[in-house]
């Protein structure tokens, strides 16, 4: 109880000292807008690429609006020596940690529903498989969410952070299958698709919105779950190694 | 269990190093329950490399550390339920309100919400801060962040508390209320770990004292230990013209009873087992056209041991930490 409660008001600080802050939101909100505008356009009017598109938007949306959260809870917080204060309360690492990520993982979620609300005045989304689309969305969030998290705990500097997180990103744009399919890349860099987490989350998004998945709904939720818990504990440790001193 | 004292923190030859500094060498005490203990030491002694061990921020190289008993290595996030612990700068969140943060800090103690926002408002009026309950962290000054600081460090109620240098950088009106608060701290029996480098502050608040110096621990004792050896020491500081090395031989010869000290040119140091007649001293000086300017007696005092036990020239610590004091 002592620990939820914790876990609880270091969430709710987040929100309100971070994420419903203007610049955020309108991060939050603008980019996927902005995303989903851009490619909109770019399609033309040919109504049919719109739902093409989607997918590869939705995952944009959230891998954005998570990354870039976490090098302000995490990494700020820990330069300017706020977070010291969490490593000393009573409160176990690991839920430390998912206290701050949470907020991001929400967000990340929301953000998911602005391309979403978007594309429904356009297309018809009753085919959309939710079932598939909502674990997708939800696995994406927190599998990019804990790659900021790692990005954040293994630099010193918020700028580091978001240089590294950039070395990331937009190589995931072309390497993950957005838009067009990892078949198409050059044989040398599939193998790296296939490291990349949101290969499977875009899969899994594919096959919910287009009914065009490479890889079977399952196989897609076991390695997103391997590759959040890989990642988590990779930035856990890291934590320990180099925060505790 | 010592002298039918409990113990409450039990460090055992800790030793840390960062890169090529040895921060702790193999450091030893005991702080007893509802004690209050100095660490006293020039800057990088090791006083915050120690806390941060003692607090779960840091690992040790080696050696052992317990608190209440609780091995505070393996189990630190028990230990932390117990301890209060105020940081050398104040690490609150400038965006949030004096008030937003106290109750933030008892939530991470998991303090229900009335509980905490009644004990907030109790220490911000304990801490004169009503007025500013409502602003942001930010603005404060340097003393009121302090102040907040302290508060936050305190609001679970902790039976140990650690204090790094908790007055340093601010106004000595300040200074004093805080020492007023610690010593009532003290007094309602939270055993207190404190660290400085004033050596009166130490002097005057702590039951015992160690003295520490790259990464060693010095000497550890109560203060009217420490000053019983120079009790009965007298000391004359004379300041003169420049021109009395070469005379300390002369003086020495005329002076028999007394140690001649030169501590730089124009600033001489008199010690003796007897009260010192300061007429002989003066005439002796002028005679040979040293103009003498003042001549003072000195106290025996907590800073003259320290002096005597480190070797370590006063003046010079208290610059460096004016300065730095200053920056943080
Ligand atoms: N994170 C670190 N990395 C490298 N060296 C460190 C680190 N922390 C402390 N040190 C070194 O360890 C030594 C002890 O530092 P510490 O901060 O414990 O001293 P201190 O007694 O608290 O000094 P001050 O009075 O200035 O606060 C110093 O030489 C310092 O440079
Ligand atoms: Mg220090």
Redesign the pocket.
């Known amino acids: 109880m002592k620990t939820f409660t914790a876990f609880w008001n270091i969430l709710k600080k987040d929100f309100k000292t971070y994420y419903l802050k203007p610049p955020n939101i309108s991060w939050g909100i603008i980019f996927p807008l902005a995303w989903t505008g851009m490619f909109f356009i770019k399609s033309g009017n040919n109504i049919e690429s719109v739902q093409s598109i989607l997918p590869g938007v939705v995952a944009l949306s959230i891998l954005f609006g998570t990354t870039s959260l976490l090098s302000v809870t995490v990494t700020f917080e820990k330069k300017n020596r706020s977070f010291d204060r969490l490593l000393l309360a009573p409160i176990p690492l690991e839920v430390l940690m998912l206290a701050k990520t949470s907020g991001a993982i929400i967000f990340g979620i929301i953000n998911s529903f602005v391309p979403i609300i978007m594309a429904a005045f356009f297309i018809d989304m009753s085919h959309v498989a939710w079932f598939v689309f909502i674990p997708a969305v939800i696995l994406i969030a927190v599998v990019s969410t804990f790659l900021g998290l790692f990005i954040a705990v293994a630099v010193n500097e918020v700028f580091e952070a978001q240089t590294f997180s950039n070395f990331f990103r937009f190589p995931m744009i072309f390497l993950c299958g957005l838009f067009f399919p990892i078949s198409s890349l050059p044989f040398f860099l599939k193998p790296i698709s296939y490291l990349l987490p949101l290969t499977y989350g875009a899969d899994m998004l594919h096959g919910a919105i287009l009914g065009k998945n490479s890889i079977s709904v399952g196989i897609n939720i076991i390695v997103l779950l391997f590759f959040c818990t890989l990642l988590f504990f990779l930035s856990l440790r890291n934590v320990r190694k180099k925060w505790i ?1 | 269990m010592k002298n039918g004292k409990h113990t409450a923190i039990k460090v055992r030859k800790i030793t840390k190093s ?2 090529q ?1 040895k ?1 702790v060498n193999g450091i030893d005490f005991d702080v007893y329950t509802g004690e209050l203990f100095g660490f006293l ?10 806390i941060n061990m003692l607090t779960g921020l840091a690992r040790p190289d080696s050696g052992n550390i317990y608190v209440n008993d609780i091995d505070c290595i393996r189990n630190p996030k028990t230990v932390q339920h117990l301890i209060g612990i105020v940081p ?1 700068d104040s690490n609150l969140y400038p965006e949030l309100s004096g008030f937003q943060n106290l109750c933030f800090c008892a939530s991470l103690y998991g303090i229900k919400k009335i509980e905490r926002e009644v004990r907030a408002r109790e220490l911000l009026e304990i801490f004169d801060l009503v007025k500013a309950a409502d602003r942001k962290f930010g603005g404060y000054s340097k003393g009121m962040k302090r102040k907040l600081t302290i508060a936050a460090g305190i609001i679970h109620h902790p039976s140990i508390l650690f204090l790094d ?1 908790p007055t340093t950088g601010i106004d000595v009106m300040s200074a004093r209320q805080l020492r007023l608060i610690i010593s009532e701290l003290h007094k309602k029996g939270t055993t207190i770990f404190l ?1 400085t ?1 004033y050596i009166e502050e130490a002097e005057r608040l702590c039951d015992r004292i160690a003295f520490i110096v790259s ?1 060693k621990i010095i000497r550890i004792d109560s203060v009217p230990n420490l000053i019983q050896p120079i009790k009965s020491r007298h000391t004359l500081k004379i300041i003169c013209a420049p021109g009395i090395t070469k005379l300390k031989k002369a003086m020495e010869d005329n002076f028999p009873s007394m140690k001649i000290i030169i501590q730089e040119e124009g600033v001489l140091r008199i010690e003796a087992s007897k009260p010192i007649p300061v007429g002989p001293l003066i005439r002796f000086l002028e005679d040979r056209h040293i103009d003498v300017f003042e001549a003072l007696r000195i106290k025996p005092s907590l800073e003259e041991v320290f002096v005597d036990i480190t070797g370590i020239k006063i003046d010079s610590m208290k610059n460096e930490k004016e300065k ?1 004091g200053g920056t943080s």
Request: charged share 20%; aromatic share 4%.
């Open positions: 001193l | 960062f890169d500094v921060a030491g020039p800057n990088g002694a090791g006083k915050t490399t120690t050398d240098e660290t480098h990464g730095s």
